[in-house]
């Protein structure tokens, strides 16, 4: 296997012990190749909640940019739903599950497809 490979389990394994959520690997996969080079990179691969402008940044390049959402509160709502989802106090939330866990939400599947 190589480093992808092994990025995509360890995704899996925190969105089903962290986020309770059992992952679809086909859609996982995609999301993870879709986060490009990023998730190779200790600081781009992981979301800071705490920043508000990183907040905006996910806001605007991943769901209006790339999942063809309208700007609105609902998006920033999903993401710190997302947040809380994976847990506030968990260090590392890596940017690949919790894009996983926006396209879910937002059912933008087809997108990946």
Known sequence: MGKRDDLIAQYANDLKNKCGMQADMDLLTKVTIGCGPAIYNADASTVAATQADE??????????KKLGLADGPQLMEAINKALDTYGRSERNKYRAVVYYMLTKHF?????YG
Do not use: A, H, P, S
């Open 55 to 64: 907040l905006e940044t996910v806001k605007n390049n991943f769901l209006i």
């Open 107 to 111: 059912g933008k599947e087809k997108v």
